[in-house]
């Protein structure tokens, strides 16, 4: 029987992308994977968050390629938008399956260890 250390088996949480995976940035790429774009303003208050931690948010992602933010006059002031990338949609889609495989893979049947299913 082969050692633990030998199997070449791997948890998927091993594929969960830290950078999407947090609270915030995961939601609000699930929000713009809906939208063509939104407003600053509208994704502060669908979030819940300060405009800091948006911008903070948006600075990561946009550097990540996730996001693009584009700025247009409005009258006095300035209007920021936000849309999700090509690749933030991929990558996206990509940490939605992995956090799937983890929900599979939390009953299956591994060596070494015993497991009870409910009844």
């Keep these: 029987m082969p050692s633990p250390e030998l199997t070449t088996m791997s948890h998927p949480r091993k594929d969960i992308d ?9 939601s609000l790429l699930a929000a713009l994977a ?7 303003r509208y994704l502060a ?11 903070q948010t948006l600075t990561t992602l946009e550097a990540a390629h996730l996001v693009t933010v584009r700025k247009e006059p409005s009258g006095r002031r300035t209007k920021t938008w936000v849309a999700i990338t090509d690749a933030g ?3 996206f889609a990509q940490h939605l399956a992995t956090l799937q495989a983890i929900i599979e893979a939390g009953g299956q ?6 497991q009870r299913s409910k009844p």
């Design 18 to 26: 830290a950078l999407i995976h947090s609270p915030v940035r995961f």
């Design 34 to 40: 809906k939208l063509e774009d939104a407003d600053f």
């Design 89 to 91: 949609r991929a990558a």
């Design 45 to 55: 208050n669908l979030l819940e968050v300060s405009d800091s931690t948006l911008s």
């Design 109 to 114: 049947q591994h060596d070494g260890g015993s």
